[in-house]
């Protein structure tokens, strides 16, 4: 059965950390270029972070760039962000995204809010 599930995300103080995992299964993990995106209220999906496969090379967006860092185990299926000295603007919804040629699979998202 094909899934991505979102965990991880919650409620954060300013200049606190957050580790979002996104477990998959139903299709061959390994092969596929694995990201992060998120989407604030009123604004669209955006990419944060993305890791290739096979390299693992990772690239982020500007706007999290040193306060962010993606890996992935492929013996678990799963792909991880990890996300420092929070802001406020980094409040959204996370979602785990896995594409492979024209094949694109979303997860259902997970809720990142930033606030004191």
């Known amino acids: 059965q094909l899934q991505l599930v979102e965990s991880g995300g919650g409620l954060v103080q300013p200049g606190?950390?957050?580790?979002?995992?996104?477990?998959?299964?139903?299709?061959?993990?390994s092969r596929?270029?694995?990201?992060?995106?998120?989407?604030?209220?009123g604004k669209a999906r955006e990419l944060v972070a993305i890791i290739s496969a096979p390299s693992g090379n990772t690239d982020?967006?500007?706007a999290v760039k040193g306060r962010a860092t993606i890996s992935r185990d492929n013996d678990s299926n799963t792909v991880y962000l990890q996300m420092?000295?929070?802001?406020?603007?980094?409040?959204?919804?996370?979602?785990?995204?896995?594409?492979?040629?024209?094949?694109?699979?979303?997860?259902?998202?997970?809720?990142?809010?930033?606030?004191?």
Do not use: H, M
Not at 16 to 22: A, E, I, P
Not at 32 to 41: I, K, L, N
Not at 85 to 96: G, I
């Open 60 to 62: 982020y967006a500007d």
């Open 32 to 41: 596929y270029d694995v990201s992060w995106y998120r989407q604030a209220p």
């Open 84 to 116: 420092n000295s929070l802001k406020f603007e980094d409040t959204a919804v996370y979602y785990c995204n896995a594409q492979w040629l024209a094949i694109t699979y979303w997860g259902q998202g997970t809720q990142v809010t930033v606030s004191s």
């Open 16 to 29: 606190g950390s957050l580790r979002l995992s996104c477990r998959t299964s139903g299709f061959t993990f």
